[in-house]
């Protein structure tokens, strides 16, 4: 198998200056170390190198990668200028961006030459709070606005929850609104208030009465998951996303905790499973060869039975691997049953419309 | 390069700008272009229509006219002599959204000039007048040139690339600025009693960020990003309700022109009998 790329999500740290109601990550941890992060972008260049990779990211993610503090990504910058000398990182970030300011807003600049981040802001409901208990909202919107004006394209990131139903067509504008180029909107799970506990059901109600508002603005804002799951259905271009899609063993994504900690997806590292061994003992090829390397392309090869069935099997592919149940059937299943069928019945997806290429296995 | 619309007393105030020269009096506009900096000055803008526009005809270069029709009982029908004119140089009438503006707009457009209006205060009744504009844009058979806000707003929409309205009327401070006739300079005419701030460039942007947080209406409206807070700048207590009115029906005649043309190219592919 050749590689044509690797992906890395390093979580320089747990800590976090959000307290998100939902949140899995605060834990008290140790911040990712420079000798550590030296050796694992010494290993890195030497896979990199000895394979002819020339395309590498890596996704700064946490906890809040920004607490981290300018200097860390400074050094960050050094070490790449050592060990890869001829390969410039694709430096990427996941963050609250309420930190995005001042001498940390500058390294950035400077770091993230793609100017691509993914941002979260929950704009109607207080479920992203401060460490003083106060909405985050504000400075999350700072932080937002001036990624926009320094030219960032903002993956964001809404967390559906029960209460968000009451909100469908506000939220759907206010992101189109605040100018950002694609939004996801993300389920809620495993959050036992019963306010904003969200069931597949809710899940699947949501979405129906998101594509209704995004097909009355005639599907002009990237909504996802509906824009992957519309392309499909109207030109068979398989979903691109690690849930709907069917993540590339040439393209390994390797997740790297604060310990140097490897897990094959970053929802494993929340829930500490799964977890392949250290960056302080294993090389590269240990750990690709490791057998849950390729966890999130093998589950979706090999589906269960009632999966493998579905009519809807090439919009879903069995969804998130870290949501699957004992079957390996995602814990959103009803709910995601009810969107398909909303979405085929819906007069534009006639027969007619429908051109799909017969590319997966089970194309409805 | 920012531009500046300037009364010709203050042409050689501003330098290393693009200008905009208005004043009342055609012969000083003409004198204008004979100035040591007419090179920088890309339209003269003519605020009466008073005077004999003939003097523009002599003027040592060609250069945008923008004809400002002001207020009502104007003599509106001088806009003829303009006709003359636009021999010479491109010519746009400009029309104050006043009552019965409308036979303004109508004639200036019959004499094939392109027109943009110019809207103040809005009440109810000048929002009926411009929805009656609108009709007028949309339905004539003989409009052969763009009245504007509509024509960059419907295309805006058939492209899938909205404009805000700050771009479309030339109000953008990233772009414009304005200096009153006492030398003050300010956002924009319409704009000239509101505090630029530090850095008037970054005006919209804030506004924009203001209005997001508050999240109130302009956030969570579907044409937030053809109108960009334009109205709310003024007073933010503005009642939208006319004027997404308007931008539904330009929304409304874009989505039939794309149908329409949608259909032409169909039916042109298909073999014929």
Redesign the interface.
Known sequence: MTIQSINLLVKPTLACNARCLYCHSLKPTNNLSIPLLEHLLEKLAAFTNGHNIANVSMNWHGGEPMLMGSGFYETVMELEKRFFPHTQIRHTMQSNVCLYTGETRETLLKLMHARIIGACLD??HPTRLTAQGTDSF?QS??GT?ALL?DGFFIGMIYVVHKKSLEVV??LY??F????VPSILFHPLEEFGNPDYHLTPQDYGEFLKRLWDVWEE??Y?FNVSPLAEWRRFLRSGQPCSSCEYGAPSRESPHIVVSPEGDLYPCHRFQDKRIHCMGNIGDLTFEEILSHPWAHLLSDSKENLCSECAECEYVSLCRSGCVATHDRSGKTFWCEGLKKIFEYVKSKESFGDADVQCSHAVPGCI | MLTYNVPTLFLDAYEDTKLIVRSDDVNRLVASLSNAHADRIVTIQARSLAADPEALLKAPRTVPVDVVVGEPGAEYENIYRYSEVARKHPVRVSVRVFPGFGKVVKLAASLNFPVKLEIGELDRDLAAEIVESLDYYLHSSTLGQPIEFFHSVLLGFYHNHPLTLWQVMEEDPAELRFVTDEGKLVLSERLAAVEPGADPSTYIDELRGELLAEKGECSLCRFFKNCGGYFRAADRKFRCDDVKRIFQTLRNAAKELKHDYAQLVTSEERPRA
Do not use: V
Not at chain 1, 176 to 179: I, Q, S, Y
């Open positions: 704009p109607f504000p919107l700072k606005l004006r067509e506000d504008y206010f189109k609104n605040l100018g603005d005639d002009e």
